[in-house]
Protein backbone atom coordinates (compact mmCIF):
# COMPACT_ATOMS: atom_id res chain seq x y z
CA UNK A 1 0.00 0.00 0.00
CA UNK A 2 1.02 3.54 -0.98
CA UNK A 3 1.52 5.50 1.89
CA UNK A 4 -0.22 9.09 1.19
CA UNK A 5 2.17 11.94 2.04
CA UNK A 6 0.40 15.36 3.65
CA UNK A 7 0.41 18.15 2.02
CA UNK A 8 2.33 19.78 4.75
CA UNK A 9 5.63 17.83 3.76
CA UNK A 10 5.37 19.10 0.06
CA UNK A 11 8.36 21.39 -0.89
CA UNK A 12 7.07 24.76 -1.92
CA UNK A 13 9.18 27.89 -1.61
CA UNK A 14 12.91 29.16 -1.11
CA UNK A 15 13.96 31.07 2.58
CA UNK A 16 13.86 34.10 0.81
CA UNK A 17 10.62 33.54 -1.19
CA UNK A 18 9.06 32.64 2.08
CA UNK A 19 10.15 35.50 3.98
CA UNK A 20 9.09 37.85 1.41
CA UNK A 21 5.62 36.27 1.32
CA UNK A 22 5.10 37.00 4.84
CA UNK A 23 7.00 40.28 5.14
CA UNK A 24 9.76 38.99 6.84
CA UNK A 25 13.31 39.52 6.90
CA UNK A 26 15.24 36.80 5.44
CA UNK A 27 17.67 36.36 8.45
CA UNK A 28 14.93 35.87 10.83
CA UNK A 29 12.96 33.44 8.70
CA UNK A 30 16.11 31.59 9.00
CA UNK A 31 16.88 31.97 12.37
CA UNK A 32 13.43 30.62 13.34
CA UNK A 33 13.94 27.61 11.08
CA UNK A 34 17.52 27.03 12.08
CA UNK A 35 18.26 28.49 15.07
CA UNK A 36 21.41 30.94 15.17
CA UNK A 37 24.32 31.89 17.25
CA UNK A 38 25.14 34.78 18.70
CA UNK A 39 28.31 36.03 21.23
CA UNK A 40 29.44 31.82 20.57
CA UNK A 41 25.95 31.20 22.02
CA UNK A 42 23.93 29.03 19.89
CA UNK A 43 20.07 28.94 20.23
CA UNK A 44 17.76 26.43 18.77
CA UNK A 45 15.32 26.75 16.25
CA UNK A 46 11.52 27.23 16.73
CA UNK A 47 10.25 25.16 13.86
CA UNK A 48 12.62 22.29 12.67
CA UNK A 49 13.50 20.28 15.15
CA UNK A 50 17.05 20.13 14.10
CA UNK A 51 19.11 22.58 12.29
CA UNK A 52 19.36 21.55 8.93
CA UNK A 53 20.49 24.56 6.93
CA UNK A 54 17.95 23.59 3.94
CA UNK A 55 16.83 26.64 1.36
CA UNK A 56 13.54 24.61 0.89
CA UNK A 57 10.30 25.52 2.91
CA UNK A 58 7.70 22.94 3.29
CA UNK A 59 4.40 23.88 3.55
CA UNK A 60 4.15 23.11 6.95
CA UNK A 61 6.73 25.27 7.92
CA UNK A 62 5.80 27.54 5.47
CA UNK A 63 2.18 27.79 8.00
CA UNK A 64 3.99 28.10 11.21
CA UNK A 65 5.84 31.06 9.69
CA UNK A 66 2.78 32.79 9.37
CA UNK A 67 1.92 31.47 12.77
CA UNK A 68 4.70 32.62 14.19
CA UNK A 69 4.67 36.36 12.18
CA UNK A 70 1.73 37.04 14.23
CA UNK A 71 3.96 37.25 17.10
CA UNK A 72 7.58 39.22 16.06
CA UNK A 73 7.14 42.08 18.11
CA UNK A 74 6.34 40.90 21.14
CA UNK A 75 9.48 41.46 22.71
CA UNK A 76 9.37 37.80 23.50
CA UNK A 77 12.37 35.70 21.90
CA UNK A 78 10.38 33.39 20.36
CA UNK A 79 12.53 30.37 21.02
CA UNK A 80 10.50 30.39 24.54
CA UNK A 81 8.13 28.53 21.81
CA UNK A 82 10.43 25.48 20.96
CA UNK A 83 9.50 23.25 24.19
CA UNK A 84 6.14 23.56 23.84
CA UNK A 85 6.47 22.84 20.01
CA UNK A 86 8.37 20.03 20.96
CA UNK A 87 5.70 18.51 23.45
CA UNK A 88 2.72 19.02 21.11
CA UNK A 89 4.63 17.27 18.00
CA UNK A 90 4.57 14.60 20.69
CA UNK A 91 1.09 15.04 21.91
CA UNK A 92 -0.37 15.05 18.70
CA UNK A 93 2.45 13.28 16.82
CA UNK A 94 2.84 15.49 13.93
CA UNK A 95 6.08 17.26 13.38
CA UNK A 96 3.58 20.23 11.83
CA UNK A 97 1.18 21.15 15.14
CA UNK A 98 0.69 24.51 14.50
CA UNK A 99 0.09 23.42 11.11
CA UNK A 100 -3.41 22.11 12.34
CA UNK A 101 -6.39 22.34 13.90
CA UNK A 102 -5.22 20.62 16.95
CA UNK A 103 -4.20 23.29 19.19
CA UNK A 104 -6.56 26.04 18.30
CA UNK A 105 -10.35 24.12 18.40
CA UNK A 106 -9.45 20.35 19.80
CA UNK A 107 -6.80 20.87 22.42
CA UNK A 108 -7.02 24.30 23.79
CA UNK A 109 -6.59 21.84 27.36
CA UNK A 110 -3.66 20.15 26.53
CA UNK A 111 -2.11 23.17 25.15
CA UNK A 112 -2.87 25.79 27.90
CA UNK A 113 -0.70 22.38 30.46
CA UNK A 114 1.93 22.09 28.51
CA UNK A 115 2.25 26.03 28.26
CA UNK A 116 2.16 26.23 32.32
CA UNK A 117 4.53 23.75 32.21
CA UNK A 118 7.17 25.01 30.35
CA UNK A 119 6.12 28.56 31.88
CA UNK A 120 5.49 30.20 28.24
CA UNK A 121 6.24 33.88 28.56
CA UNK A 122 1.86 35.00 28.45
CA UNK A 123 3.33 37.41 25.42
CA UNK A 124 3.54 34.60 23.21
CA UNK A 125 0.69 32.41 24.65
CA UNK A 126 -1.31 30.24 22.50
CA UNK A 127 -3.98 29.61 24.74
CA UNK A 128 -5.18 31.68 27.87
CA UNK A 129 -7.32 31.09 30.34
CA UNK A 130 -10.91 33.44 30.71
CA UNK A 131 -12.76 32.47 34.34
CA UNK A 132 -13.51 28.63 33.43
CA UNK A 133 -13.02 28.44 29.47
CA UNK A 134 -9.88 27.92 27.48
CA UNK A 135 -9.66 31.01 24.74
CA UNK A 136 -7.01 31.58 21.86
CA UNK A 137 -4.52 33.97 22.92
CA UNK A 138 -5.74 37.34 20.60
CA UNK A 139 -2.52 36.53 18.23
CA UNK A 140 -3.35 32.76 18.12
CA UNK A 141 -7.26 33.72 17.18
CA UNK A 142 -5.98 36.14 14.70
CA UNK A 143 -3.53 33.45 12.55
CA UNK A 144 -6.75 31.44 13.01
CA UNK A 145 -9.06 33.52 11.10
CA UNK A 146 -6.69 33.22 8.12
CA UNK A 147 -6.26 29.89 7.59
CA UNK A 148 -8.51 26.96 6.28
CA UNK A 149 -8.37 23.25 6.84
CA UNK A 150 -8.61 20.46 4.67
CA UNK A 151 -11.81 19.64 6.30
CA UNK A 152 -14.38 21.74 8.00
CA UNK A 153 -12.66 22.67 11.61
CA UNK A 154 -10.31 19.99 11.48
CA UNK A 155 -7.36 18.69 9.61
CA UNK A 156 -4.32 20.03 8.56
CA UNK A 157 -4.01 23.47 6.81
CA UNK A 158 -4.91 23.77 3.19
CA UNK A 159 -4.40 27.34 2.12
CA UNK A 160 -3.90 31.05 3.47
CA UNK A 161 -5.53 33.68 3.51
CA UNK A 162 -2.68 36.20 4.07
CA UNK A 163 -4.61 39.94 3.66
CA UNK A 164 -7.56 38.35 5.83
CA UNK A 165 -10.46 36.15 5.89
CA UNK A 166 -12.93 38.95 3.86
CA UNK A 167 -10.19 39.19 0.76
CA UNK A 168 -9.92 36.89 -1.81
CA UNK A 169 -6.01 36.64 -1.92
CA UNK A 170 -5.08 33.19 -0.97
CA UNK A 171 -2.53 31.13 -1.15
CA UNK A 172 -2.50 27.45 -2.19
CA UNK A 173 0.25 25.15 -2.09
CA UNK A 174 -1.33 23.41 -5.07
CA UNK A 175 -1.94 26.80 -7.06
CA UNK A 176 0.38 28.85 -9.06
CA UNK A 177 3.11 26.86 -7.41
CA UNK A 178 2.14 28.50 -3.97
CA UNK A 179 2.25 32.05 -5.35
CA UNK A 180 -0.87 34.25 -3.85
CA UNK A 181 -3.55 34.00 -6.50
CA UNK A 182 -7.17 35.40 -6.74
CA UNK A 183 -9.42 33.08 -8.76
CA UNK A 184 -6.57 31.45 -9.90
CA UNK A 185 -4.21 34.46 -11.28
CA UNK A 186 -1.22 35.54 -9.25
CA UNK A 187 -1.41 38.44 -7.46
CA UNK A 188 1.81 39.62 -8.55
CA UNK A 189 1.29 39.40 -12.27
CA UNK A 190 -1.53 41.77 -12.00
CA UNK A 191 0.35 44.17 -9.42
CA UNK A 192 3.04 44.43 -12.75
CA UNK A 193 0.42 44.98 -14.91
CA UNK A 194 -0.77 48.09 -12.97
CA UNK A 195 2.69 49.30 -11.99
CA UNK A 196 3.16 49.34 -15.72
CA UNK A 197 0.16 51.19 -16.43
CA UNK A 198 -2.72 49.62 -17.12
CA UNK A 199 -6.40 50.32 -15.39
CA UNK A 200 -7.86 47.99 -13.13
CA UNK A 201 -10.92 47.68 -15.88
CA UNK A 202 -8.04 47.02 -18.49
CA UNK A 203 -6.42 44.24 -16.38
CA UNK A 204 -9.78 42.57 -15.33
CA UNK A 205 -11.17 42.51 -19.22
CA UNK A 206 -7.94 40.58 -19.81
CA UNK A 207 -8.03 38.16 -17.04
CA UNK A 208 -11.89 38.00 -17.33
CA UNK A 209 -12.07 38.00 -13.70
CA UNK A 210 -13.89 41.43 -11.35
CA UNK A 211 -12.13 44.45 -10.94
CA UNK A 212 -13.12 44.01 -7.21
CA UNK A 213 -10.74 40.54 -7.64
CA UNK A 214 -7.77 42.88 -9.46
CA UNK A 215 -8.11 45.71 -6.82
CA UNK A 216 -7.73 42.72 -3.99
CA UNK A 217 -4.61 41.50 -5.77
CA UNK A 218 -3.06 45.38 -6.06
CA UNK A 219 -4.18 46.39 -2.39
CA UNK A 220 -2.59 43.32 -0.99
CA UNK A 221 1.14 43.48 -2.95
CA UNK A 222 1.38 47.00 -2.72
CA UNK A 223 0.85 46.22 1.20
CA UNK A 224 3.30 43.40 0.77
CA UNK A 225 5.90 45.49 -0.69
CA UNK A 226 5.30 48.14 2.44
CA UNK A 227 6.08 45.38 4.82
CA UNK A 228 9.78 44.24 2.87
CA UNK A 229 11.00 47.79 2.34
Known sequence: MTKTTSILERPVYG????????GLRPDRTRAWLDGYGR?????????????TGSDIVTWGEFVELGYLREYRRKG???????????????EFQTPYPLATARPFIFGKELVLEVQEKNELPSAIAIVIRSGQQILLAD???RFLKKVEFDSPQQGDVR???PAGPASPVVIDPLVRFGRPSVQG???????????????LDEIAAGYEISVELVRAAVTYEEQLRTLAA
Not at 15 to 22: F, M, N, Q
Not at 42 to 47: C, F, L, M, T
Not at 76 to 90: A, G, H, S, T
Open 15 to 22: VAEAAGLL
Open 76 to 90: VPLQRLRPVIDELRR
Open 159 to 161: RIR
Open 185 to 199: VATDRLWELFDAGET
Open 39 to 51: RGVPYAPVIRPEP
Open 139 to 141: DAS
